[in-house]
């Protein structure tokens, strides 16, 4: 049974435009969110993270937003480029735990 | 410096073999992690070691056998694989979780392991 959703495989949006990936979770108790970006045949590369204390955490081009009540999570990519063509996953624990549940990924593609 | 160091970077390994993938990482971090990912799937987590002791074992099978000779180094021992164990493995470290603490992992390149 998943407990972390990612419902579109792939995304493909023009470069400057608003990149949106989604995350969808099952368990409550998860209170730590974390956006991981994955190039082919590398390991992944933490982008940003969220706790479930806050609903919006921000770094640069990247912004995620965490909806409790709905379970959701999402990253915001403004502007896009090229170079943010990738898998991107997100991921949560519970409680300070060591393990990482992570979604299937979503891939995007941005085009110049 | 958030690097993690991983070698070899590719392996290939008969089935009779005995190899082992190497990590490394000087951030401090207490927690170190492998994780096996194949191809278009996310990271499995496979064993975590939290200030040099194993914490969790995800039922991995015996012929996987890691190890943490210290606080910046992690080896996994890899001894008559088969070849559906042909995967990416990675290494991972962070901050030692706990209480109300929760902490990024910061993941190496990966070993890319072909068994056959």
């Known amino acids: 049974d998943q407990q972390v959703k990612q419902n579109s495989p792939s995304l493909s949006v023009q470069e400057g435009r608003i990149s949106i990936l989604n995350c969808d979770y099952t368990?409550?108790?998860?209170?730590?969110f974390l956006w991981y970006k994955k190039y082919p045949a590398e390991g992944p590369t933490f982008l940003i993270s969220?706790?479930?204390?806050?609903d919006k955490n921000e770094d640069g081009r990247f912004t995620v937003f965490l909806n409790k009540s709905a379970k959701h999570l999402s990253l915001h990519i403004v502007p896009s480029q090229p170079g943010d063509s990738a898998v991107y996953f997100c991921?949560?624990?519970?409680?300070?735990?060591?393990?990482?549940?992570f979604g299937k990924g979503t891939k995007l593609t941005v085009n110049p | 410096d958030t690097e993690v160091t991983q070698t070899p970077k590719h392996l290939v390994m008969g089935m009779t073999n005995k190899k082992s993938l190497k990590c490394e990482q000087h951030?401090?971090?207490?927690?170190m992690y492998w994780y096996k990912q194949k191809a278009k799937k996310p990271p499995e987590l496979m064993f975590v070691?939290?200030?040099?002791?194993?914490?969790i074992n995800e039922s991995v099978p015996s012929r996987f056998s890691p190890e943490c000779p210290n606080s910046s180094l992690l080896n996994l021992h890899l001894h008559a694989l088969q070849p559906e164990d042909s995967a990416l493995y990675l290494c991972?470290?962070?901050?030692?979780?706990?209480?109300?603490?929760?902490?990024?992992?910061?993941f190496g390149p990966g070993t890319r392991l072909t068994v056959t």
């Open positions: 991921a949560t624990s519970q409680g300070g735990s060591e393990k990482l549940v």
């Open positions: 969220i706790s479930s204390i806050k």
């Open positions: 070691y939290s200030y040099e002791k194993l914490s």
């Open positions: 368990n409550s108790m998860f209170d730590y």
């Open positions: 991972a470290s962070s901050h030692s979780q706990g209480g109300s603490s929760s902490y990024e992992q910061y």
């Open positions: 951030m401090g971090h207490r927690a």
